[in-house]
């Protein structure tokens, strides 16, 4: 039996419902979809764009953690070629029921930033222009009776 991802409209309320945090000198900050990243602005103030990528459970399947800690190895060795600022990250329920490590990355053009999480197929990643408010990007085509979401691009 093959694993399948869950349903999109599934993916995209436990996306959307998520906590969202990174790192900074020890200290872990919040950010949420649809609401501004302060924290971020201030600690980047040259930079003009972020997001928040992970290469855990590719297209949302869960897999063993060995797997999932070697993607997350290469993904931070991509981050450290590109001489981008990063910083680590998390994704989790708020109940903690699931917990993807993740990165914030700094600066990454969306295509790129696009490229990266499609290579580490990512169903949903965070990204954002300073002082604008935190989008989800969503790699899937909008289910056709899906009304949209203002804090929510499809990317297909």
């Known amino acids: 039996m093959t694993a399948?991802?869950?349903p999109i409209e599934t993916l995209l309320g436990a996306y959307l419902d998520a906590d969202y945090r990174w790192e900074?000198?020890?200290d872990w900050h919040r950010m949420r979809i649809g609401s501004t990243a302060p924290q971020?602005?201030?600690?980047f103030p040259e930079a003009t764009r972020f997001g928040l990528v992970s290469a855990w459970n590719p297209f949302s399947v869960e897999r063993p953690?060995?797997?999932n800690r070697a993607a997350d190895d290469a993904l931070h060795f991509q981050l450290a070629d590109s001489h981008l600022a990063y910083r680590p990250a998390f994704s989790s329920g708020w109940d903690r029921?699931?917990?993807?490590?993740?990165?914030?990355?700094v600066?990454?053009?969306?295509?790129t930033f696009d490229t990266l999480a499609r290579r580490f197929g990512q169903m949903g990643t965070l990204w954002w222009r300073r002082g604008e408010p935190v989008r989800l990007r969503m790699y899937a085509p909008r289910p056709l009776d899906h009304p949209g979401h203002p804090h929510v691009d499809w990317v297909e």
Do not use: F, I, T, Y
């Open 40 to 43: 971020v602005d201030l600690a």
């Open 107 to 111: 600066g990454m053009p969306v295509q």
């Open 24 to 26: 900074l000198d020890g």
């Open 65 to 67: 953690e060995h797997e």
């Open 97 to 105: 029921s699931w917990r993807e490590p993740s990165w914030l990355v």
């Open 4 to 6: 399948r991802h869950p």
